[in-house]
């Protein structure tokens, strides 16, 4: 069943949708579907307009254009409904550190009308499940960052929402903490029926959605399962130490017709099959190699592969470097 052009059916389901600030086109008309009980997720550089979409699904931000449904719902014309159905995680914390983790939750119980009878029960099951049941009693002003980000978590299932918004879960955390509240949403997807929306800049991160789109400068670039992406790359990273780097790309480009940069200190290049790549290269290449290495694509090189830079150089300068042209205008 279909309404405004969007599925009913589906857990999010975006057509055209828009978002400008004054002359910034934050948002430039994106189109996708979550599915019910898929984790997908949003990844793309800072300024990328990851959290203007979200802010939009979460009825936080009007649309300049275009539809969106959540849990069946028009975000512009129905957005009591909406937010009745999502928890949000936002960047910021908005928990209140005067008062305990059990009290913030108590609150925010009261604020979605959770039956009195049934909040006890699912207090202890969302506190359980981000591993602070015995810190219920804490202040929150008390708690570390990602304890607090835990909390924030738990606050955001205890309605028993379908949708799950997490906007930067593990940003500004420890790797440890960062891999624990995957851990937790790890969890999540076997212990709720509920759909979850996410949105990151880590590429390891993204490894654990299902599906992710990969979004720059406030377009969808592509949309698909992270292996499927890696696949579609279809070249392989090799990685060699030189005595002579700026001779080995010349040589490369040359001999071999590849182009290849400095990476982490090493020539780096990609092409198609490297385990076949790499005997032709001692052979051919004319100066001493040290040592080798080749890996399959991860998600860096997917975006590389996508948008033409690494989500770092495009935060920091919004270009890529020449080798990652290359790899993008081979596509
Ligand atoms: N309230 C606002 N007023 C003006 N411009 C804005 C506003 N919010 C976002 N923008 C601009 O819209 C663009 C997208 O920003 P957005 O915050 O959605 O990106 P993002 O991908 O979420 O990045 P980050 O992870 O840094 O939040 C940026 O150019 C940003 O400067």
């Known amino acids: 069943m279909s309404v405004n052009g969007g599925d009913v059916n589906a857990a999010v389901a ?3 949708l828009r978002k400008t600030y004054g002359k910034v086109e934050a948002v ?3 189109d996708f579907e979550v599915a019910p009980g898929e984790v997908f997720g949003f990844l793309g550089p800072n300024g990328a307009g990851k959290t203007t979409t979200i802010s939009m699904l979460c009825t936080l931000a009007t649309p300049t254009g275009g539809t969106a449904l959540v849990a069946g719902h028009d975000i512009v014309t ?7 159905n999502i928890g949000l995680v936002f960047q910021e914390p908005t928990l209140d550190g005067y008062l305990t983790a059990e009290q913030n939750l108590r609150f925010h119980a009261e604020l979605y ?6 909040v006890g029960d699912r207090m202890r099951q969302v506190l359980d499940m981000v591993g602070l049941w015995d810190r219920r009693d804490g202040k929150v002003m008390t708690f570390s960052g990602g304890m607090k980000r835990r909390l924030e978590i738990a606050r955001g299932l205890l309605h028993s929402p379908r949708v799950l918004f997490l906007d930067e879960p593990t940003v500004g955390l420890d790797p ?6 995957w851990g937790y949403i790890g969890k999540l997807r076997h212990s709720e029926d509920i759909t979850i929306f996410m949105t990151t800049h880590y590429m390891d991160e993204a490894e654990y959605c299902d599906r992710i789109a990969i979004i720059d400068h406030g377009e969808i670039v592509v949309i698909d399962s992270p292996e499927a992406l890696k696949a579609s790359v279809g070249k392989d990273r090799v990685q060699i130490q030189t005595g002579d780097d700026e001779r080995a790309m010349a040589l490369l480009k040359e001999n071999f017709g590849v182009e290849a940069a ?3 200190g090493q020539v ?13 290269l001692f052979a051919g290449l004319g100066v001493p190699i040290r040592s080798v290495s080749v890996s399959r694509p991860s998600l860096d090189d997917v975006f590389m592969s996508y948008t033409g830079s690494t989500i770092r150089d495009a935060e920091s300068s ?3 470097n020449q080798w990652m042209r290359a790899m993008a205008r081979g596509r």
């Open 14 to 16: 975006v057509r055209g």
């Open 28 to 30: 430039k008309g994106v």
């Open 78 to 84: 129905e957005r009591d409904a909406v937010r009745r």
């Open 113 to 118: 009308g959770v039956p009195k009878d049934l």
């Open 176 to 181: 440890q903490t960062r891999s624990a509240i």
């Open 262 to 264: 400095v990476r982490e």
């Open 268 to 280: 780096t290049f990609a092409v198609p099959s490297g385990e076949e790549f790499v005997p032709r």
């Open 318 to 320: 919004g270009t890529g």
